[in-house]
């Protein structure tokens, strides 16, 4: 059965520094989708970003952007320039690729904590 | 905002009523998802409609949860005869181009 791992429970960054957040996660599939999504108190989880694990090159959003890396099965969400409004439960995500019924798996949540 | 929406986005309840929630997918949403989570953990897959049909059920979904998706647009979830173990969160999503989008969610508290 796949796995999603995030081992940081909580995490604090200084405003306008960088923080990354560490995922791993366990398949035997060659396809899949990887997803970083964050759910401020009490309001909806939204999608941060997404990455494809047939692409090399990682995926960028603005502020966010990931590590993966593939052999390893971890996959990294790097924040830059930390604002306030950052701070919430960040949940990292996998699903395989195929098309039929494919629920997300997620990990426990790191929780993000921005100082001002 | 993702387009989804939840009713209630609060229930409290008493052990042993039942309980119904909606989902409101966009129309464009042709498979529906809906997960709990449960306090400190991420959310845990339910069931799962394709358009209107139920396709797969987890574990988790005892005989006392009941999901519908008439003419694949809008879902309910219906809990029956609630126990304490019920409170959670109630999440929905709609899939489009392969990613997932969450409701608000329906906070059910069983006391």
């Known amino acids: 059965a796949q796995t999603v791992t995030q081992s940081q429970p909580e995490m604090s960054v200084q405003e306008a520094e960088t923080v990354t957040l560490s995922c791993t996660y366990d398949?035997?599939?060659?396809?899949?989708?990887l997803f970083w999504y964050k759910q401020p108190p009490s309001r909806q989880m939204i999608l941060v970003i997404r990455?494809?694990?047939?692409?090399?090159q990682n995926a960028t959003e603005n502020r966010f952007s990931v590590n993966f890396q593939k052999a390893a099965k971890s996959f990294s969400l790097k924040i830059s320039d930390s604002q306030l409004g950052d701070a919430a439960m960040y949940f990292c995500?996998?699903?395989?690729?195929?098309?039929?019924?494919?629920?997300?798996?997620f990990g426990k949540g790191t929780r993000l904590s921005v100082i001002a | 905002d993702t387009g989804v929406s939840q009713d209630p986005r609060h229930k409290i309840t008493k052990r042993g009523q039942n309980v119904t929630f909606r989902c409101d997918p966009i129309s464009e949403h042709n498979r529906l998802y809906w997960y709990r989570q449960t306090l400190g953990q991420g959310p845990e897959f339910l069931t799962y409609?394709?358009?209107?049909?139920?396709?797969?059920k987890s574990r988790l979904l005892s005989d006392r949860f009941s999901a519908e998706r008439p003419k694949g647009s809008f879902s309910t979830l219906e809990i029956q005869r609630t126990e304490q173990g019920d409170s959670a969160m109630y999440l929905c999503?709609?899939?489009?181009?392969?990613?997932?989008?969450f409701g608000p969610g329906t906070r059910l508290l069983v006391l």
């Open positions: 990455q494809e694990a047939y692409k090399q």
């Open positions: 398949t035997s599939e060659s396809d899949y989708y």
């Open positions: 409609f394709q358009n209107e049909a139920q396709l797969e």
């Open positions: 999503a709609g899939t489009r181009q392969e990613t997932q989008y």
């Open positions: 995500a996998y699903r395989p690729w195929n098309s039929g019924n494919t629920p997300l798996v």
